[in-house]
């Protein structure tokens, strides 16, 4: 679970929690300011948390830190391997190489859904609806629906 910020840990932590016990069994303290809002598990036992720091889920090291990315939520879909982050703009990060592939303007939103499937991203946004993104290598889904 992420933490934004602890006495402990000003930064944020990542938390480790026995489901039986409902106890904390570890703390993942994050070193760089972050805050972390949200967290998605990747591939390989990786956790990347919504502002940009990437952990091994099993030592808590720090294997990356992707800078100026943020969220409140992040999504990872692995129908295409990025990591989604809802905020304005919506950053979008290869899971793999840690490098920020695009940035979307959407207008007011922070949360997001993904499609495994066809890759399609569903942003809500104020005043606005659900807009629908795709890839440009995609026919299908382009643009607003």
């Not at 294997?63 to 295409?80: H, Q, R």
């Not at 809500?124 to 659900?130: F, S």
Request: glycine share 10%.
């Amino acid at each position: 679970m992420s933490v934004p910020a602890t006495v402990a840990n000003p930064n944020g932590e990542v938390d480790e929690i026995n489901p039986k016990t409902e106890s904390v069994t570890n703390v993942f303290p994050i070193t760089t300011p972050c805050g972390p809002a949200g967290l998605a598990l990747l591939p390989g036992q990786r956790l990347m948390t919504s502002c940009g720091v990437v952990l091994d889920a099993r030592t808590g090291a720090t294997l990356a830190t992707i800078a100026g990315v943020s969220g409140d939520e992040i999504w990872y879909n692995p129908g295409d391997n990025r990591v989604y982050f809802g905020n304005q703009p919506i950053f979008v990060v290869d899971a793999t190489s840690y490098q920020v592939i695009a940035s979307i303007d959407v207008g007011d939103t922070h949360s997001l859904a993904a499609n495994s499937e066809n890759n399609h991203i569903f942003v809500p946004v104020t005043g606005v609806g659900v807009v629908v993104y795709a890839d440009d290598e995609d026919q299908e889904g382009h643009g607003r629906n």
